[in-house]
């Protein structure tokens, strides 16, 4: 059956017409048991047919006969919750810890097989570091503030990509702008010095418009910068990287009925954003960890497409207390006890969680609790629906398009389990969360400009102030050294966008027209949210909100820099929601 509707661009990407989106959308779920998930855009070179058909001995395709059983995998059950969650290591392997400062690092992006679901070995992208002897996969690279870091990136994917280190202020020559992307078997020199504060940063591609699919299919890793407050609190309360100071990075996938990841299913599930059903910490699906009656210390990253998690530790249905003490960019002030955090797609949040207090046998599980998405658009998308003129989608055909070939069985705002902590030893432990954490300087913006924002969306289009991305287009010039106010407004009829800056980090100045499920949340006159205290390159606009923003523009690299300013779930990035700005 051909899809007539949309076509493929040059670039690779879906380019739909709204009649095409009518006409394409009616076709997709109509054909996606016949043509497969991902026809199209494996045409548009989206997708790779070069991992091998997965050997299937006897079983014919079909739902009847998937090679998945959801319900194991399903995180709405906490039964499920067993696989050993995979921790950073100075030995190598999965997320090892590679000290970055003292050697020049081959970063080496390559196909890998993975096996997420037990028994089935399937095809996925990885970055690969070998070094003294050792293979470090997704490192987690550490390295002291003010080091410098030299990273050559060398292509083996078999198709175009860049390495961007978010969160890190860097010039623009090693900041992974999609104009730098590099060809298969080419490399990428970087080599900068650390400025940032301590916290977690991380790296994954940013190839025009292929970072969506690169990200799934496993490309990210960490990048932990220690400085002295950061050293101070880990010695204050005895944590050790990989043992009591966990970093967590939280995807949700999709997989067919063989076990192979799936991506997009079509347009529209590219406007609202990839949702996968299953979701995987750190590389496993629903695991646990035996913990010991003391503190942890978590460093979460939301590395998934477009899921918005909101975070709470659980212990049966109690919820409980925790301590924030770091965001995106470092530590905060102080810090702060909340029950609960929204994590949108690119966000971090450093937390402290006490469970000094609990007895050996107790299960303690960080979940994601049910929200309200605000996906509003797709109400609004009514006359978008196929029904006129391809006679409706019933229930029944719908039903067909649900699960691994068509939308996600996981809705967003559903509440569900992330990872279950296992009490299994009782230890001493007597160390006080300190009152204060770091010097933290608001920026002065008295003499700052108030530039505005508008994101909205058209014909299946989201854009910045009435544009879309194109690469060598800027959209607006920034003085170096100067300090702005950015004041983002999402339209009403919208979705949450996680709108994420290049080159510097922000501070939230406050929020407006917030909608009630974090207007509870505030904790000032501001209406900003504890998460909004602390450094920020990533931040959540709800539909309807303004969200106002300060951005100190000091930098040192001479010349004109050109960096991002774009929405963070990665579907809405890749469509171009994103745009240019030069600093001058
Ligand atoms: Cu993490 Cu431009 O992105
Ligand atoms: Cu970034
Ligand atoms: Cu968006």
Redesign the pocket.
Known sequence: MAITGPSCDEDGSVRISRRGFLRASAAFSLSLATVGAGALLRECGQLTDDAPPFPVEGVPAGRASSLIDYASLDPRNPVNFASPLNLPRREGGLFGILDASSTPIDLVARRHEVELVPGRRIDAFVYQVESNGKTYLNPVLRANKGSLLSVRLVNSIGEETIV?W?GLHVDWRNDGHPIYAIRDDQSYSYSFTLQNPGAAY?Y?P?PHPL?GRQTYLGLAGFVLVEDEETLDLGRQLDLELGVTDIPLAIQDKRFDDRGNLTYLSGPQEQFSGFLGDVVVVNMAINPALDVSTRLYRFRILNDSNARTYRLAFARGSEGMPFYLIGTDGGLLARPQQVREVFLSP?ERVDVLLDMSALDEGDTVFLKSLAFDPMHGEMADMGEMQPEDEAGGMDDAQQDQTMGGMGQSRLREGEEFYLLRLAVRTRVAYDKAIPETLAGFVSIDTRSAGVRPFTLSSSTMQWLINGQRFEIDRTLFKVERNSTEVWEVTNDIVSMPHPM?L?GFQFQVLGRRNSPRQTQVLAIDEEMRLPTDLGRKDTVLVWPGETVRIAVDFSAAFPGDQTY?F?C?NLEH?DMGMMVNYQLI
């Open positions: 961007h978010h991380w994954h940013h970072t690119a994420h290049h991002l774009h963070h990035e």
